[in-house]
């Protein structure tokens, strides 16, 4: 699809979505995007705190798509919205995609979620981290099927940990796919390993 879209051309350009698990690194990316040039889709109501010091960069009408609250994409192309996996799936098919899907350890992601549910005083203590960890698992298998049937969809992986490790590397890959001459260096100078508290 990708091949086709260059030779071609898109008739409007794609919706960039950063997407991934909760606390899998989806904010941090969200802000090198920001840095590096592209116009972010936020309402800021979600405050920074603790967990996320720099911010959450959502937009509540996200968590309406599977509502069918789809008309503020009239004004998505060419700008970049974070979307977690699990909303993934109610996307419209009448616009174009480029995703860059967050994947880290999973055993941090969990550490992560259970210290911010602590933080907040919610219960930990329904489901262990194994059996949530397959329940991720199942989940991310269902989001990787639908994204590879979809025509209208271009999807890479970002690895957190390597962001963290080898950030101009990963600058350069996220680059090369999205194609919007991006600021890589300040992509890069928005890399903080101090907020990299689960490490595992």
């Known amino acids: 699809m990708g091949f086709l879209k260059k030779l071609f051309g898109r008739a409007r350009a794609p919706v960039v979505v950063v997407s991934g698990l909760p606390r899998s690194g989806t904010s ?62 109610h996307l419209p098919t009448d616009y174009d995609y480029q995703v860059l899907f967050m994947r880290r350890k999973m055993e941090e992601i969990l550490a992560s979620q259970r210290k911010m549910l602590v933080r907040r005083g919610e219960a930990t203590e329904s489901v262990d981290d194994g059996e949530m960890g397959q329940m991720f698992e199942k989940h991310l298998a269902k989001v990787y099927a639908w994204m590879e049937e979809q025509s209208n969809l271009e999807y890479i992986n970002v690895d957190y940990n390597r962001v963290l490790e080898e950030p101009h590397l990963l600058v350069e890959r996220i680059d090369g796919f999205l194609e919007q001459d991006l600021d890589l260096e300040r992509m890069e100078a928005v890399v903080d390993p101090t907020l990299y508290r689960q490490r595992r």
Do not use: H
């Open 28 to 89: 941090m990316m969200m802000k090198m995007l920001e840095a590096g040039g592209l116009e972010i889709i936020t309402d800021e109501i979600r405050k920074p705190n603790e967990d996320n010091p720099k911010g959450y960069y959502e937009f509540e009408r996200v968590k309406k798509l599977p509502e069918g609250d789809t008309r503020w994409l009239q004004d998505a192309p060419g700008k970049c919205v974070k979307i977690i996996s699990a909303l993934l799936l």
